[in-house]
């Protein structure tokens, strides 16, 4: 309390509470024990996602009529925020895919947005603040230092993601040493980077460092995705069936 960042823990504890209940609940539904069952009106099924906007808005709206009147009202309404952004994060997939792959390979996409929501919260809320600006003061003889000094870091770290690295990016924007390494090492193969400079079907094709990227993939990259989706599927069921429904055409 003492460094008010009340509302923010708020908010992270009910992104994790809701998103893990959310789990156990539709994994109970998945396999048909007891009571548990879909929300339907109807013939119509309402995904979570929908009571995911309800409660954000409830949340947002609330908190910016008592931000300035209780911080512990303050706080709660920034647990309803963190509920209700538990639920939309958890149908990530099916917003990105505009259909229903919740437990469709596809659907790891919803859990990995809720995993980089979460990681982002406990940054913010051990006190880091994204590319460094909260290192410098507000004297005029700083200011193009500190503008440069974030410049400097969001180069870097848009050459990072594009690289293929979202993890490093993301952390780099906190621990900005980590962008260095990140934008200058070489690119994963099925990144953009890679599309624009060195893979085959790039202007300028580069056969040794494409297959260096692979190899590098194949060695270091390939077990920690297996071990991420392994503890996806222990913590959200597995994201293994098939596609069987017609994609809708944009």
């Known amino acids: 309390m003492d460094t008010g960042r009340l ?7 009910a992104l994790i509470v809701v998103f893990l209940l959310t789990r156990i609940n539709v994994r109970l539904i998945r396999a048909k024990i007891g009571w548990f069952g ?13 009571f995911g906007v309800v409660l954000t808005l409830l949340g947002g709206v609330s908190g910016l009529i008592v ?3 209780s911080e512990g009202w303050y706080a709660v309404t920034a647990a309803v ?22 437990w469709e390979e596809e659907g790891r996409a919803s859990v990995d947005a809720v995993f980089i929501a979460v990681a982002i919260t406990a940054l913010l809320l051990i006190g880091l603040r994204p590319l460094g600006w909260e290192d ?30 979202i993890w490093t990016g993301l952390a780099g924007l906190f621990v900005p040493i980590l962008l260095v390494p990140g934008a200058v090492r070489l690119a994963r ?10 893979a085959p079907d790039s202007r300028s094709p580069q056969p040794r460092k494409m297959a260096r990227a692979e190899g590098r993939e194949e060695r270091w990259r390939r077990p920690v995705i297996r071990g991420k989706i392994a ?5 959200s069921g597995r994201h293994d069936l098939p596609s069987t429904r017609r994609r809708s055409r944009r």
Not at 38 to 50: A, K, L, P, R
Not at 152 to 163: Q, S
């Open 189 to 198: 193969p099925g990144s953009p980077w890679a599309h624009w400079f060195f």
């Open 67 to 69: 931000s300035g009147v």
């Open 231 to 235: 503890f996806q599927e222990f913590l």
């Open 81 to 102: 925020f963190g509920a209700g952004a538990a639920l939309i994060l958890d149908e990530f997939a099916l917003i990105l895919h505009l259909h229903d792959v919740y």
């Open 7 to 13: 509302p923010l823990f708020c908010f992270f504890v």
């Open 38 to 50: 879909d929300v339907n009106v109807g013939e119509m099924h309402i995904h979570h996602v929908v």
């Open 136 to 165: 410098y003061d507000s004297e005029p003889r700083a200011t193009w230092l500190t503008v440069g000094f974030i410049v400097a870091n969001l180069v870097l770290a848009v050459i990072t993601l594009l690289k293929g690295k």
